[in-house]
């Protein structure tokens, strides 16, 4: 729009309807006799008992010893669990609305 020579802009400013917070959770847990680290991830989304998904890394004896990279690799695991979880309970959720196959891509 431009009025007396100055150009303006409208901006659209978006409404959420119904916004909400889910809270993820993960423990880690090194287990230096083993050389392994184990993850588990909790999503509290307000459902009476939360998603638990769980992930782990493995040391190998020539590797060297560095817990950060146990650390991610299964948190990354545990998350990527986590989302498979949600991605079934959401066709699940679909199937008994439509009474049709759901047909999910990531």
Do not use: C, F
Not at 31 to 59: I, N, W
Not at 94 to 101: G, K, S, V
């Amino acid at each position: 729009m431009k009025a007396s020579g100055i150009t303006t802009t409208t901006k659209k400013v978006l409404s959420w309807s119904h916004a909400r917070t889910w809270r993820v959770e993960i423990d880690i847990n090194e287990h230096d006799d083993e050389r392994r680290t184990h993850a588990v991830a909790r999503l509290y989304s307000g459902a009476p008992s939360p998603l638990r998904a769980e992930g782990q890394a493995r040391r190998r004896p020539a590797d060297r010893e560095v817990p950060e990279i146990g650390d991610e690799l299964a948190v990354a695991r545990a998350l990527a669990d986590l989302a498979h979880q949600l991605l079934e309970a959401g066709a699940g959720d679909i199937e008994r609305l439509t009474h049709e196959p759901a047909r999910l891509t990531t």
